[in-house]
């Protein structure tokens, strides 16, 4: 336990900023297996929905982006691999 106040408070804002950058990644997490679910049973009329799915996601994505959560490269990488996905169904 840390001795004096600056410390402990640190220490408490810190929890309380991975508890809520655990929530945006978490999110992001499940809303990219959504996606991919959606890429696996592709058929011509589940287009839209998984238009939809990625645009939820790219979302959340840019949401943590400018929040801090992720870095921009990382995002960047995340959302390639989502478009890339998208693309190898496609063809």
Do not use: C, P, W
């Not at 840390?2 to 220490?11: G, H, P, R, V």
């Not at 408490?12 to 696996?40: E, G």
């Amino acid at each position: 336990m840390s001795k004096n106040l600056s410390a402990a408070k640190k220490n408490q804002i810190s929890i309380r900023n991975r508890l809520r950058n655990r929530i945006h990644k978490s999110t992001i997490k499940t809303l990219t297996k959504k996606y991919r679910a959606s890429l696996k049973n592709f058929t011509n009329s589940d287009y839209e929905y998984a238009l939809s799915n990625l645009a939820d996601v790219y979302s959340k994505i840019d949401k943590a982006i400018k929040r801090g959560v992720i870095h921009k490269n990382s995002g960047a990488r995340k959302k390639s691999s989502l478009a890339r996905a998208m693309k190898d169904v496609l063809q």
